[in-house]
């Protein structure tokens, strides 16, 4: 977190808890007025810290009852199979996180579904678009713990 500061830290973690405080609010929280807590705001847009402002939304309350952590090993490491993966992961809007991996996988899927037979769904479609080596389907029971929040260190050192 170079270049940033306590109070920009302090905005940051206010903007993860809720990004719909209006800039007043925030400002009052960190000890600034509101225009120069607007500056920052926009500064850490503009630098990439704070890459968006979204809602969050309950996928089981959206009919997604089915979230799959899916492995997948690769059956070589070119530019072209590369770029070939990702095309077929980014075409899929029920895969909503792809990780490079090191270790035993290359690339670590998290993927939200209606059910199964979508999940089979979106497995066909993905190993009838790229060659895959090995596919691991890890399914979720529970949800114990979820945040978008990263823990940034508030306090003043």
Not at 46 to 66: C, E, H
Not at 80 to 93: G, I, L, M, S, Y
Request: proline share 4%; hydrophobic share 50%.
């Amino acid at each position: 977190m170079s270049g940033m500061d306590l109070i920009d830290r302090k905005i940051v973690a206010e903007l993860m808890r809720d990004a719909t405080l209006p800039v007043a609010q925030i400002a009052d929280k960190v000890g600034l007025s509101q225009t120069p807590c607007w500056k920052r705001i926009q500064k850490l847009e503009a630098s990439g810290i704070l890459t968006g402002r979204v809602a969050l939304a309950d996928p089981a309350r959206l009919g997604f009852g089915l979230t799959v952590f899916v492995g997948i090993e690769a059956p070589d490491h070119t530019a072209d199979w590369r770029e070939a993966f990702a095309k077929a992961v980014t075409a899929q809007p029920a895969i909503m996180e792809v990780y490079r991996m090191a270790g035993d996988m290359d690339y670590l899927l998290h993927v939200a579904v209606l059910d199964m037979a979508a999940f089979d769904a979106l497995y066909k479609a993905l190993t009838d678009a790229v060659p895959i080596k090995n596919v691991t389907s890890h399914f979720a029971m529970e949800r114990m713990k979820f945040t978008t929040a990263y823990p940034v260190d508030t306090r003043n050192r």
